[in-house]
Nanobody
Framework: QVRLAESGGGLVQAGASLRLACAAS????????MGWFRRAPEKEREFVAT????????YYADSVKDRFTISRDNAKRTITLQMNSLKPEDTAVYYC?????????????????WGQGTQVTVSS
């Protein structure tokens, strides 16, 4: 069983930055692809960013490309999402997710473990 815990959400003004973190615990080698997804009010969950097990491959949603950066520290079993130049449309609950395979994926259906989420609110 793998447990994921997100942290770092909050309320910020447009243009500000936030850094989300996700810590994995339980019986895990952490050798798998990880991702960030988000769900805005009254919208479907959407892909944000993903990273392969060794950090060699990363992919981003077009809406966050060049503003968000995903990274990981396998020794600490954590991934982070650095979010810069935040916009009101980035407001959502952000979820960390883990696959059971090494590679990254943009498809939420390919993730097996999910965190509880952390709220990010960006005011205009």
């Amino acid at each position: 069983q793998v447990r994921l815990a997100e942290s770092g959400g909050g309320l910020v003004q447009a243009g500000a930055s936030l850094r989300l973190a996700c810590a994995a615990s339980g019986r895990t080698s952490f050798r798998y692809g990880m991702g960030w997804f988000r769900r805005a009010p009254e919208k479907e969950r959407e892909f944000v960013a993903t990273i392969s097990w060794n950090g060699g491959n990363t992919y981003y949603a077009d809406s966050v490309k060049d503003r968000f950066t995903i990274s990981r520290d396998n020794a600490k079993r954590t991934i982070t999402l650095q979010m810069n130049s935040l916009k009101p449309e980035d407001t959502a609950v952000y979820y960390c997710a883990a696959r059971q395979y090494l590679d990254a994926s943009i498809r939420s259906a390919e993730y097996y473990y999910w965190g509880q989420g952390t709220q990010v609110t960006v005011s205009s």
